[in-house]
């Protein structure tokens, strides 16, 4: 059974950047669509982008577009998402998992932790 580890999060002022990284030991990712989530403060779960299985194709919600890129490594086995103009309302604990409908994913790990403030 799938179990994501997220890593990458940390303090970062508006306009910053960040990569996180998504991996799930002993299961190989290039077979599974993968998605970022992310729940902030008081709000519910909400897809933010997603990497298809196999061909790669990419997906982000609009309050992203232009600033968050996906992306896979197939050696290293790892999905990254790489966040950049990050704003205060960017802030929450991010989350991979399969599949980018968030009802439907599987494998949620602890997330790690954004912060956007100055």
């Known amino acids: 059974q799938v179990q994501f580890v997220e890593s990458g999060g940390g303090l970062v002022q508006p306009g910053g950047s960040l990569r996180l990284s998504c991996a799930a030991p002993?299961?190989?990712?290039?077979?599974?669509?993968i998605g970022w989530f992310l729940q902030a403060p008081g709000k519910e779960r909400e897809g933010v982008s997603c990497i298809t299985a196999g061909d790669g194709r990419t997906s982000y919600a609009n309050s992203v577009k232009g600033r968050f890129t996906i992306s896979r490594d197939n050696l290293k086995n790892t999905v990254y998402l790489q966040m950049n103009s990050l704003k205060p309302e960017d802030t929450g604990v991010y989350y991979c998992a399969t599949d980018c409908d968030p009802t439907h994913g599987h494998g949620w790990g602890q997330g790690t932790q954004v912060t956007v403030s100055s």
């Open positions: 002993g299961f190989n990712l290039y077979y599974t669509t």
